[in-house]
């Protein structure tokens, strides 16, 4: 009898997996980078003057890398709020370019304004596979240590910034400079 109702165990067992599944929050990637060091890695800038850029070339500083790439609709969503946050935060952001092609990043930059500290051009993707990247935008908080402190994924939003990735800058910054509470 019990080999009988297997089926319909298992059958029940899937659409409970389902059923949670359904209600977590895609928004809400878990990142095994958070807390943990940033990847090691270097790359060519945009700029040739620039050279290439490693983590280490922002250590003691926090920091923010935002990975984005021309093709990506929810990058120009987000686009005014790293530029108004480049001008309110004296923060290093750093664009990470992420699978995209020379000329249309560059014509991109050019049309929508560069809020970056450096712009990194990560063409095979093989940088963003290091960092955990799921798809573009994406946006990580480095403090001072050169840990990965918070991982936002998909678009900023206005929330996102007031809520969390500016009261975490500042708070990473305060510590960076020995005034936490």
Known sequence: MLFKLLPLLIFFALVGFLAKGLTLDPGQLPSPLVDKPVP?????????????FSATDLA???????????WCGPCIQEHPLIVDLAKTQD???????YKD???????WL???GNPFYRVL???DGRVGIDW???????????????RVRYKHVGPLTEEALD??????????????NGTAS
Do not use: C, H
Not at 40 to 52: H, I, N, R, W
């Open 40 to 52: 090691v890695f270097s790359l060519p800038t945009f700029s040739p003057e620039q050279g290439d």
């Open 60 to 70: 003691g500083e926090v920091w923010l890398l935002n990975v984005w790439s021309s």
């Open 91 to 97: 923060i290093p952001i750093v664009g990470l370019n």
């Open 101 to 107: 092609s020379a000329t249309d990043s560059q014509a």
């Open 110 to 112: 050019t049309r929508y």
């Open 121 to 123: 051009a990560d063409r």
């Open 132 to 146: 955990g990247v799921y798809g573009v935008p994406e946006t990580f908080v480095i403090d001072g240590e050169g």
């Open 163 to 176: 809520k969390t990735v500016v009261p975490l800058l500042q708070e990473l910054r305060a510590q960076a």
